[in-house]
């Protein structure tokens, strides 16, 4: 066999490689080596612990993770979180829809008939009781109606009047006026 000649010194038995295979001896004092040696333990318990930390968190992001999963039949906290978003946007409609709703009725309640107030008297001198009466009915706008009811010894007559905007075309009497005001400011006087 051949070998080429690298400029390395040749080895006495003739093996070129026994120069890598040589092997180095280092003479370290007692005292480095100890202190070497208690370097490497302290090293070496430091991973241990670091291990040992790391391990922990690994188990309690395992165990977050099964949470978030949803283990044991349940759903994953994702897909819970999402089903209530959905059940919250499906509540913002209905409260969209309710509101529009109410200011629909706001509306159709102001031309309704809900602001009344009756007026009792004494329409003759000779009749005691307080048996005639004048009741206004209205809307928001002072829209409605007054009807008056005179009660006699003998006979009772009733009237009926329109008002717009807390008047009326006819002639009113003080107690229809009386009325008017009272079911324009929400107050009942009997």
């Not at 000779?126 to 009741?135: E, L, Q, T």
Request: with cysteine; proline share 2%.
């Amino acid at each position: 066999m051949a070998v080429a000649n690298l400029g390395l010194p040749a080895h006495p038995h003739g093996d070129p490689l026994q120069i890598f295979r040589t092997t180095v001896t280092l003479d370290f004092d007692l005292d480095v080596v100890a202190w070497l040696s208690i370097a490497g333990l302290a090293l070496a318990l430091f991973c241990l612990l670091l291990a040992v930390f790391a391990l922990v968190k690994v188990r309690r992001l395992r165990r977050n993770y099964s949470v978030l999963q949803g283990e044991d039949g349940n759903d994953s906290f994702v897909a819970a979180v999402s089903k209530k978003t959905q059940e919250v946007e499906l509540l913002r409609d209905d409260v969209r829809a309710t509101q529009t709703q109410v200011e629909s009725l706001r509306v159709d309640l102001a031309d309704a008939i809900r602001h009344v107030a009756v007026v009792r008297y004494d329409a003759f001198n000779d009749m005691g009781g307080r048996m005639s009466f004048s009741a206004a009915m209205l809307d928001d706008a002072g829209d409605g109606l007054v009807i008056s009811s005179i009660n006699g010894r003998t006979e009772t007559r009733t009237y009926a009047k329109g008002v717009k905007s807390g008047e009326s075309d006819a002639i009113l009497s003080p107690e229809e006026e009386q009325a008017i005001g009272y079911a324009q400011r929400g107050t009942k006087i009997q």
